[in-house]
Structures are given as structure tokens and as C-alpha cells.
T-cell receptor, first 114, second 111 residues
């Protein structure tokens, strides 16, 4: 199946700093990628839909100025958590759309903000 | 907004017993997907159901999509320890085909 990678897998940062997470589709091109957030023992919450070459579409309640998404190429989308705070600590997962409504997920990035 | 609920939230079964998780959407879906997430891992796509009343099988797993396209179920026959994980359904609906994940069912299999 299709492979999606994420980097880094874990990151610990100080409050107030910014963190960039990369999501890559390794063996296919993805026009659309998705960013999810998962709190411990909870379901995945869609944060935004990232479309190559255009602005991301954010879900209600997600601050676009805090969670910057860039989808500069058909194989790379990035999520930057700006001015991170402890409440931003979470598991962030990206996915890439392979075909009609079939997504492949990256391994996730665990962010801890001290 | 659309809500997708799953029951039960947790299920402990003895190895060899059957297991079923149910998924209910507040709105009619265009299709539904099922994912499995192992502890510490990421969601892995299992299957997609599109047609009303559709039934699909993958070895010991049986997936059903309700006639009204608002509910679905996943049934595992004769569970094994490798079945451990959290099973999520994800409903797809709306003009933008938005995917909403269910609340998940965590399965624990006792050897």
C-alpha cells in the first residue's frame, strides 16, 4: 500500500517556540492531505484539509494563525504549531488521500510542550 | 454538526470469542470507512463501504453498512490476540465529502 511518513516522530519544546511537522507521501502524489489531532484515549479530530497549491481549509474552532499549513508540493505538507503552549501537547497525525475517500495515515508526531 | 458514535467504548473478550462494534451517525453517509489503530500506532485503513446494505468480509472480519446508510458494524469471529487495538469507523458525508471519525472501540483480547 501507499506509504506516508511524518517527521519528527517525537518533539519536546519549550512554551512559546514554534514546531514544524512534515508529512510526506513516499510513493505516490497526494493532491489532498489531512491533519488530525488525537488526545489520549480519544478519537481523531480533523484539524484541516491541505490542498496542493492552495490555502488549507480549517475546521471550525481550529486557529489558522496558530496551526500554519503549507502544501507546497504533491508529496509534502507541513504543519507548523506557532507559539506552542502546553495545551497544544498532543498526537498529530497526517494522512494523504490516495483515491476517492481512501486515506493512508502517517505514523504520527507526539508533541510535548513544556 | 455531524456526530459519529461507537459502542461499546471498551470490550474485553476471551481469545476465541466473537466481538462486534457498532457505529451510528447522526446524518446519512455517502460511505463509511473502518480503521484499526494498534496501541501506540497510527490508524490503518481496513475497508470502505459505499452501498446501502453492503456486507464485506476480510477473513475473520465482517463489515456491514445499514440500509439507511446511517449505521455500520464490524464483527470479528474467533478473536485472536493480534486483534487487540482500537477500531474506528469514519463517516463520509456532505458536498465536501468530509470524514468524521467515530469515538472508537478499544478491544482487549485475553489469552
Amino acid at each position: 500500500g501507499a506509504v506516508v511518513s511524518q517527521h519528527p516522530s517525537r518533539v519536546i519544546c519549550k512554551s512559546g517556540t514554534s514546531v514544524k511537522i512534515e508529512c510526506r507521501s513516499l510513493d505516490f502524489q497526494a493532491t489532498t492531505m489531512f491533519w488530525y489531532r488525537q488526545f489520549p484515549k480519544q478519537s481523531l479530530m480533523l484539524m484541516a484539509t491541505s490542498n496542493e497549491g492552495s490555502k488549507a481549509t480549517y475546521e471550525q474552532g481550529v486557529e489558522k494563525d496558530k496551526f500554519l499549513i503549507n502544501h507546497a508540493s504533491l508529496t509534502l505538507s507541513t504543519l507548523t504549531v506557532t507559539s506552542a503552549h502546553p495545551e497544544d501537547s498532543s498526537f498529530y497525525i497526517c494522512s494523504a488521500e490516495v483515491s476517492y475517500n481512501e486515506q493512508f495515515f502517517g505514523p504520527g508526531t507526539r508533541l510535548t510542550v513544556l | 454538526g455531524q456526530q459519529v458514535m461507537q459502542i461499546p467504548q471498551y470490550q474485553h473478550v476471551q481469545e476465541g470469542e466473537d466481538f462486534t462494534t457498532y457505529c451510528n451517525s447522526s446524518t446519512t453517509l455517502s460511505n463509511i470507512q473502518w480503521y484499526k489503530q494498534r496501541p501506540g500506532g497510527h490508524p490503518v485503513f481496513l475497508i470502505q463501504l459505499v452501498k446501502s446494505g453492503e456486507v464485506k468480509k476480510q477473513k475473520r472480519l465482517t463489515f456491514q453498512f445499514g440500509e439507511a446508510k446511517k449505521n455500520s458494524s464490524l464483527h470479528i469471529t474467533a478473536t485472536q490476540t493480534t486483534d487487540v487495538g482500537t477500531y474506528f469507523c469514519a463517516g463520509v458525508s456532505g458536498g465536501y465529502q468530509k470524514v468524521t471519525f467515530g469515538t472508537g472501540t478499544k478491544l482487549q483480547v485475553i489469552p
